[in-house]
């Protein structure tokens, strides 16, 4: 039987990242305590009871999903910003990008009864465009409850983002992200994976953090599950990282549609809230410039 590997928060970046590499997936042991969860689960409370059941097979019939957890969730923002975590999603993603931005938030609640969710690759969801070479996603999944083989812990299927994009996983290629509550399981857009199915009688939560690079299309449009008017309440920094911030010298500026004096013209959204400067206000020397037209990567 194919297994996660566990590692705990001490574990040096290069050792987890190692294990990454190999297996396109690992398990950092106890990252938080319940009591930080149990916290979350109150604050989106709300918008878990009046959640919707998933649509067809692959949203799952008894799964529910609850998005928007910047805007709705204090205790998701300090997730999103974990220290530990964020220096091993800069470290995966930085061959493919000059910096990378949150790409997707969701609280995913397989029931009593669901099924086994097909094993999928996440990078599917651009449509297939992007070279393999590239590393488009650092998915981040925070228990918030036990995951168990019993109530639909994570299926993985460790290696298999080296895998031909046809071949099939057989029965012991897949393991199980069992975890207790507070420990995260950390994957790449590139590996199959899906949801467990749960024979229990309780309740798997997952709070799904993922990352990206800063130039690629955010799953989970983040203008909109957190616009401007909640955003204001967030850090430059966490602000930053939803994309509220240029990804380049030229990429992502907005112009304020009813300016007049030029002062809000081609600027970084960061001045929709302050005048913080963001690291690509500075003008670039013309090598730096154009340096994304020279680069040969592919
Ligand atoms: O709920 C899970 O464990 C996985 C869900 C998933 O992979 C997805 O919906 O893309
Ligand atoms: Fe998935």
């Given at each position: 039987m194919a297994e996660v590997k566990h590692i705990s928060i001490d574990t040096p970046n290069e050792e987890a990242l190692g294990i990454i590499d190999n297996d396109a997936a690992v398990i950092i042991d106890?990252?938080?305590?319940?009591s930080e969860i149990d916290k979350i689960l109150d604050e989106l409370d709300p918008f878990i009871k009046g959640n919707l059941k998933g649509a067809d097979e692959f949203t799952g019939f008894q799964t529910s999903r609850v998005g928007a957890l910047i805007a709705r969730s204090q205790g998701c923002r300090d997730l999103a910003l974990h220290t530990k975590i964020n220096s091993l999603a800069a470290k995966f993603l930085e061959p493919h990008c000059d910096n990378y931005q949150l790409h997707f938030t969701s609280l995913i609640t397989i029931g009593p009864g669901e099924t086994k969710q097909i094993l999928h690759r996440?990078?599917?969801?651009?449509?297939?465009?992007?070279?393999?070479?590239i590393e488009t996603q650092f998915a981040v999944v925070w228990a918030a409850s036990d995951f168990t083989y019993e109530n639909g812990a994570t299926q993985l299927v460790p290696?298999?983002?080296?895998?031909?994009?046809?071949r099939e996983a057989k029965q012991n290629e897949i393991a199980y992200a069992e975890m207790k509550k507070g420990s995260v399981l950390i994957y790449t857009g590139s590996v199959l994976h899906g949801g467990g199915d749960n024979t229990s009688k309780d309740l798997r939560s997952g709070i799904f953090i993922h990352y990206a690079p800063g130039w690629i299309r955010q799953q989970e449009n983040q203008y909109l599950s957190c616009p401007p008017e909640i955003a204001k309440e967030l850090s430059p920094e966490l602000r930053s990282l939803i994309g509220?911030?240029?990804?380049?010298?030229?990429?992502?500026f907005y112009s304020?549609?009813?300016?007049?004096?030029?002062?809000?013209?081609?600027?970084?959204?960061e001045k929709i809230f302050s005048d913080k400067k963001d690291k690509f206000t500075v003008l670039a020397s013309p090598a730096n410039l154009v340096k994304g037209s020279t680069r040969e990567k592919t």
């Open positions: 106890d990252v938080v305590p319940e996440d990078r599917g969801l651009w449509g297939g465009y992007i070279s393999r070479k290696g298999s983002h080296k895998w031909h994009a046809k509220y911030s240029k990804g380049g010298y030229v990429m992502g304020d549609p009813n300016n007049l004096d030029g002062k809000l013209e081609s600027v970084t959204p």
